[in-house]
């Protein structure tokens, strides 16, 4: 089927401004408090074991209006999400040993885009000095978009069309996320770079397995509250159906203990063969609780919720950008990836760390 496509660089961009818990007046954390934001009165799905272990996990955290998170990255107020995305991308081409002439295809997922209808990767690709032949396009898979990138980019080289790929990843939820929003803490700014380009040696993108429920698309949006989002008033991020948000969470398990196997299974493997789990980061006990499930129990891993709280599609990169620098992602590594993100969507790719 073609030569497999590896990771050759990453590339990661946290703003400066750190902010903490205590930034947020004990006034407006009282009324979190009040609104007992982990309090589920009615199941909004079966009680499966799945879903018990999550209802567990959280809580946990039911005295804990910050839900886990202790710190995040905020940008600036000048700052733009192609600034990030630029940033990171020029780290990733450098540790990969890319030339940015040589890159085919740039496949980006900005969270807040620079304008809407104007794919904020042509920023970057100009910013880059890009070949003018170069394919951009975006893709729009919410949280779980870096799966959906991995798995484009891996069909384009296998092709033979494509040789190398920049995938970009932001999150600038401080913009559209109003401080006094309860969700607020759980969020954070930041950008992510992959390049991806062949590989030998049995290393790279193996296999892959996606879901969708449509039903759900209306579980954490933005837009202007009780209009469309075209309408007059800001556009913030909330909830249009706080059920469907706490079904998609308390999902999130069974999800992963149905397509991570899924993944594995179509590459011959199983969960005990995995030396390292790159896990979503959109709640802190999501990476602890799936792996235990799933049996992966010889993984290692990375944790990064508490320090950056969740970057949205930068999530995963930044996982493995940590695990990679700290000795825990090695070459040769068999890799399981698991995400998911509103819409509703959820994905598994599994990889071999490394160029072969």
Same mark, same amino acid.
Request: proline residues 4%; charged residues 15%.
């Given at each position: 089927m073609g030569v497999a496509a590896g990771i050759l660089g990453i590339g990661v961009y946290l703003p400066e401004t750190i902010r903490r818990n205590d930034w947020w007046p004990e006034s407006v954390v009282s009324r979190w408090r009040e609104k007992a934001m982990h309090r589920i009165d009615r199941l909004p799905l079966p009680a499966t074991?799945?879903?018990?272990?999550?209802?567990?996990?959280?809580?946990?955290?039911?005295n804990d209006p910050f839900n886990g998170s202790i710190e995040r990255r905020v940008m600036t107020p000048e700052q733009w999400s192609s600034e990030m995305e630029t940033i990171a991308a020029k780290q990733a081409l450098e540790q990969a040993q890319i030339d940015p002439k040589e890159i085919d295809a740039v496949i980006s997922f900005t969270f807040c885009p620079d304008y809407l209808c104007a794919p904020t990767g042509c920023v970057v690709h100009e910013r880059l000095g890009l070949s003018?032949?170069?394919?951009?396009?975006?893709?729009?898979?919410?949280?779980?978009?870096?799966? /959906?990138?991995?798995?484009?980019?891996?069909?384009?080289?296998?092709?033979?069309?494509?040789?190398?790929?920049?995938?970009?990843?932001?999150?600038?939820?401080?913009?559209?996320?109003?401080?006094e929003s309860p969700m607020s803490p759980w969020l954070g700014d930041g950008a992510t770079a992959v390049v991806?380009?062949? /590989?030998?040696?049995?290393?790279?993108?193996?296999?892959?397995?996606?879901?969708t429920d449509g039903s759900r698309h209306r579980a954490v949006v933005c837009g202007v509250p009780g209009k469309r989002?075209?309408?007059?008033?800001?556009? =913030?991020?909330?909830?249009?159906?706080?059920?469907?948000?706490?079904?998609?969470?308390?999902?999130?398990?069974?999800?992963?203990?149905?397509?991570?196997?899924?993944?594995l299974g179509k590459a011959g493997?199983?969960?005990?063969?995995?030396?390292?789990?790159?896990?979503?980061?959109?709640?802190?006990?999501?990476?602890?609780?799936?792996?235990?499930?799933?049996?992966?129990?010889?993984?290692?891993? /990375?944790?990064?919720?508490?320090?950056?709280?969740?970057?949205?599609?930068?999530?995963?990169?930044? =996982?493995?950008?940590?695990?990679?620098?700290?000795?825990?992602?090695?070459?040769?590594?068999? =890799?399981?990836?698991?995400?998911?993100?509103?819409?509703?969507?959820?994905?598994?790719?599994?990889?071999?760390?490394?160029?072969?």
């Open positions: 074991e799945g879903v018990n272990r999550a209802l567990a996990a959280m809580g946990k955290l039911k003018s032949s170069c394919l951009t396009f975006t893709v729009e898979a919410a949280c779980n978009t870096f799966p /959906v990138q991995l798995t484009l980019a891996d069909q384009m080289i296998r092709s033979g069309t494509i040789r190398n790929v920049l995938l970009l990843q932001s999150a600038a939820f401080s913009k559209v996320m109003p401080a991806l380009g062949p /590989v030998g040696g049995g290393h790279g993108v193996i296999s892959y397995a996606h879901g989002w075209y309408e007059d008033g800001r556009i =913030v991020g909330y909830s249009e159906d706080p059920a469907m948000a706490q079904a998609i969470i308390l999902g999130s398990v069974d999800r992963a203990q149905q397509i991570i196997p899924e993944a493997f199983t969960p005990a063969d995995v030396d390292f789990y790159a896990c979503h980061q959109g709640v802190p006990w999501l990476r602890e609780v799936t792996q235990e499930y799933c049996g992966l129990d010889r993984a290692r891993w /990375v944790d990064t919720y508490a320090s950056f709280a969740s970057l949205s599609a930068a999530n995963i990169p930044l =996982v493995m950008s940590i695990g990679q620098r700290e000795g825990l992602l090695r070459n040769g590594d068999l =890799v399981a990836v698991f995400s998911g993100g509103t819409g509703e969507t959820w994905a598994s790719v599994v990889l071999r760390w490394g160029r072969g």
